[in-house]
């Protein structure tokens, strides 16, 4: 009886240890510290005003801390994540595919509802005559990171739609580096039309810091694909089933969920997959900024 016993013990003993190093494996996947940026599309202190708190909701969620870190500009998203200097970016799609080109395996987690039918809008003011996207040609243009979606990419590739070739068509063209830059300087006539993301322009103008009396939309893109919440595809999964949950679960009638939600100026987030972003690849393929 007493040698049944000590078997039992033993398989007991066994099966716990097992479970242990389970659960201390899976533990030593998760990062110590989960560090998330985003693209810089608008000035680094409204990026840190709108990103923290995000950080500081995620940290609450999954228990682990979490920290935001601003970026000097859109390649140091693409090249944190593939250094694993970072684990979660707010890309724009076109940051988001070059960082799966360059990671091989990043994850898209989550959308806006709003990120699924995006729009750029192109400006100019009153009295520059312009109108259409022909009158655009013989003038200045600023377009907004060389690394936007909204502000660079798709605004180019419908361009070249419409037959106008920025290299040919316009008396220069330059980059402002961010979309609220670009309605600056829009308006302050530093160059005749810009082209800018539609959620910055709706928000520039609801807090004006543009006056809509001097800055007007002449010209919306067609829809396509935009920003994301992606991860290292390298991240341990059930974390990234957490942090999707974490977003997915945020609900507009609820005060503290509807302040984060404004901040990224949405009522809620949606799953996204890699396919999604297909034509944005093959907008940056056919502009020449994708290999």
Known sequence: MTRRVTYGAMLIFAVVVSILALCSSAWSDMPKELRVSAIPDENP?????????????????????????????????????????????????????????????????????EDLKFHSKFITRPETGIKSLADLKGKTFSFGSVSS???????????????????????????????????????????????????????????????????????????????VWAVRGDLDKGL????ASALLKLDSKKPEDKRLLDLHRTKKYVRVKAEDFKLVEEAAIAAGLLK
């Open 45 to 113: 202190t409204e990026l840190v005003r709108i990103y923290t708190p995000f950080a500081e909701y995620l940290s609450k969620e999954l228990g682990i801390p979490v920290r935001y870190y601003n970026v000097i500009d859109y390649a140091a998203t693409v090249e944190g994540m593939a250094a694993k200097k970072l684990d979660m970016v707010w890309y724009g799609g076109f940051t988001f595919v070059q960082t799966r080109k360059r990671t091989g395996d990043a994850i898209p987690v989550v959308s806006r509802e």
């Open 240 to 243: 990234v089933e957490r942090i």
């Open 149 to 227: 979606t909204s502000g660079h990419l798709m605004p180019r590739y419908f361009l070249l739609q419409n037959g106008i070739n920025p290299e040919r068509d316009f008396a220069k063209f330059s980059f402002s580096g961010a979309h609220d830059a670009t309605a600056l300087w829009v308006e302050s006539g530093k160059v005749d039309a810009g082209a800018l993301n539609e959620a910055v322009w709706q928000k520039l103008v609801q807090t004006k810091k543009v006056d809509p009396g001097k800055v007007k939309v002449f010209w919306t893109t067609p829809p396509f694909v935009d920003y």
